[in-house]
């Protein structure tokens, strides 16, 4: 069982629309982080959270430690938002990552 | 200067070559990481430097050496590698040397054993 899941695996959504990513964990964690990976392989981290609600522009991820969830929220997206979302905990003394959404948005 | 950069971008080689991947952040940061990606996959954790000691070592098989010369610096030492070993190799940075930081990421060296 992995300690990190995500959902979806994939999705495709039009330009301009509302896209939400969801992140569970099966442990208490210190922190989670959303990370985003283009094609080509560079990593970007997006957010690190340990409670309530972040934002950075169009982007905004909520963490629910009591229901060990968080959601990672892109409003009005656009086509260079597509790529691969990873969720990740650090648990114990070892950080766990999601499987990742891969992200298409076409225009 | 908030960048973590590696060298180099791609690298093709022999199973009995020795190699060396570099890693190199002016952040500050005291706590390093190499990652492994194949494919399609999410990043593992190969190794963690933490003020400059090898803190986290994942069970990652002898023919892969880390080295922290300094706390701006991290190699990963190359020798006999299997073409299995063919991935993505990302380095990473984070502070206090506490992994659960925000970390952030070098852009990946391609590496293809042939």
């Known amino acids: 069982k992995n300690e990190v899941e995500q959902s979806p695996q994939n999705l495709t959504a039009q330009e301009g629309e509302f896209i939400t990513i969801n992140c569970s964990y099966s442990?208490?964690?210190?922190?989670l982080h959303w990370l985003q990976q283009h094609p080509g392989g560079g990593i970007v981290s997006l957010f690190m959270?340990?409670?309530g609600k972040k934002k950075h522009g169009r982007l905004i991820a909520t963490i629910n430690i009591q229901e060990k969830h968080s959601s990672l929220h892109i409003t009005a997206s656009h086509p260079r938002d597509s790529a691969v979302y990873i969720c990740?905990?650090?648990?114990?003394?070892?950080?766990?990552f999601g499987t990742g959404t891969s992200l298409t948005v076409i225009p | 200067d908030t960048e973590v950069t590696q060298t180099p971008k791609h690298l093709v080689m022999g199973m009995t070559n020795k190699k060396s991947l570099k890693c190199e952040q002016h952040?500050?940061?005291?706590?390093m990481y190499w990652y492994k990606q194949k494919a399609k996959k999410p990043p593992e954790l190969m190794f963690v430097?933490?003020?400059?000691?090898?803190?986290i070592n994942e069970s990652v098989p002898s023919r892969f050496s880390p080295e922290c010369p300094n706390s701006s610096l991290l190699n990963l030492h190359l020798h006999a590698l299997q073409p299995e070993d063919s991935a993505l190799y990302l380095c990473?940075?984070?502070?206090?040397?506490?992994?659960?930081?925000?970390?952030?990421f070098g852009p990946g060296t391609r590496l293809t054993v042939l």
């Open positions: 952040m500050g940061h005291r706590a």
């Open positions: 990740a905990v650090f648990i114990g003394n070892q950080f766990y």
């Open positions: 430097y933490s003020y400059e000691k090898l803190s």
């Open positions: 442990v208490g964690i210190s922190a």
């Open positions: 990473a940075s984070s502070q206090e040397g506490k992994p659960y930081n925000e970390q952030f």
């Open positions: 959270l340990s409670s």
